[in-house]
């Protein structure tokens, strides 16, 4: 009976599969992301680890030996740009799905509770838009760096100790942006819980929670997930701005925000190491352009699938 009672999937439309088939920008996307994402995780693997060390080439051009040149400390800058992008990457991943799973939270209590509750709960969104964002990274990476490096080394955990900065961007950027996931979830949920499909799960004597998971969470996958692949980038963009301010990802790790503030300081006058800064601002900025089309082919095409 609860089936029944439930709408459709909007992202099991085929018709959606074939608009996004049918759109080059999508394909070319997703094709480069894939490549992106596999490179940065094993391509390190496939490359001597003493690339990443400090060698004699300081400097050295693009050549065969080093195709996108060394930097300041002989360090192979490919080998570092692989690195640096798993950082990015996994910031950038982990941080949109908390923020993915505090801003679904949030909305859908929001938009289905309605009345005082929903409004108690955007005017605190409203107040939490207003808190910089700066000044709370920065509090929580002062107020949780130390006692999480503590505690990670009481229980054993050095990779958690190394990477704590690291665990705190994730968290503290997640936390700051899932709050227009949580207007857009809402809004939804208020236009949904008026259908037929809910009201029938209410004649049925369905729990509120029931109702919330069962059959209007799955109904919301569609607008979620092209709000993801939108929220990706604004958090690798975010976690890349702090990392270039020196505020983010410290040495020896590095991710493209880090690898961007070396090559920007080693620009000069005198010569130009044009190769530090080109290739990290490429890889990062091509990276973030396929996002952004996956996201829009994604909207496109449920849009269609709405206006059909």
Known sequence: ??????????????????????????????????????????????????????GPNQYAPPSLEHPFGTDLNGRDVLYRLLTGGRISLLVGFCGAMVSLFIGTAWGLVAGYAGGRVDALMMRLVDILYSVPRLIFILIAINAFNSSLQVWAASVGLEFLVQSSRIAILIVTLGVIEWLTMARIVRGQVLSLKSRQFVTAARALGQSHSRILIRHLLPNLGGI???????????????????????????????????????????????????WLLVFPASAMASTLLALNFLGDALRDAMDSRVRS
């Open 1 to 54: 009976m609860a089936t029944s009672t439930r709408e459709s999937k909007p992202m099991s439309d085929p018709r959606i599969l074939h608009k996004l088939k049918k759109n080059p920008a999508a394909c070319l996307s997703a094709a480069f992301l894939g490549f992106v994402i596999l490179a940065c995780i094993f391509g390190p693997f496939l490359m001597s680890s003493t690339l990443g060390e400090p």
């Open 224 to 274: 979620i997930l092209i709000y993801l692949t939108l929220t990706i980038p604004a958090v690798i963009i975010d976690e890349s701005f702090l990392s270039f301010l020196g505020l983010g990802v410290q040495a020896p790790q590095a991710s493209w925000g880090s690898l961007l503030a070396d090559g920007a300081g080693a620009i000069n006058p005198v010569r130009s190491f044009w």
